[in-house]
């Protein structure tokens, strides 16, 4: 009997960690839109932020594990996180729904795959703001509704492959 346990324990074993050996991509979740492009991580990257100024938001904050674990001798794949707002969507948000500006900027995530592409992620601005919408009412159903579609725009820019 306890021979016939050991296969099927080291296939359990194997099955869990060959699934987290191969946890870089962003898997889907509610209220996510993942992105998987051709573009590498560095190109991803830079196309975010030009698409970022394109629609006149603007980079609030930026932060990635992936320089700094390389300063202490880890390699992971590049993984930067891109804070995008603006102040006039803020000034409308605070106005009616103070404690929904915790959630401001709204991240977008590039992350490098073991490929050699790169995958961009996001929360979308009305899945972000929905506990806030019984305080922020309309106003603030409206200007996430504006940031769902000027994320959308970013998103798609950033990952297409034409100029």
């Known amino acids: 009997m306890t021979t ?5 324990l080291l296939a359990a074993a194997l099955a869990i960690f060959g ?5 870089q991509s962003i898997p889907e979740r509610d209220g996510w839109r ?3 492009t051709g ?4 190109t991803l990257l830079a196309d975010l932020k030009a698409a970022v ?6 980079v609030v904050t930026e932060a990635g594990p992936t320089e700094m674990a390389a300063s202490r001798g880890e390699t992971i794949p590049g993984n930067r996180v891109v804070g995008v707002f603006r102040n006039d969507f803020a ?9 929904a500006m915790i959630e401001a900027p709204i991240r977008i995530m590039v992350m490098a795959e073991e490929s050699g592409s790169a995958t961009l992620a996001y929360k979308v601005p009305s899945y972000v703001f929905a ?12 200007v ?7 994320f959308t725009r970013i998103a798609e820019a950033a990952a297409s492959e034409g100029p």
């Open 19 to 23: 699934t987290t050996a191969q946890a």
């Open 131 to 142: 506990p806030y919408a019984e305080q922020g009412g309309a106003t603030l159903s409206d």
């Open 91 to 99: 000034v409308s948000i605070i106005r009616v729904a103070p404690a």
């Open 144 to 150: 996430a509704a504006e940031l769902d579609a000027i």
């Open 53 to 58: 100024a394109a629609e006149k938001m603007g």
């Open 4 to 8: 016939l346990r050991l296969p099927i």
């Open 34 to 36: 993942v992105i998987e």
């Open 39 to 42: 573009k590498d991580y560095a």
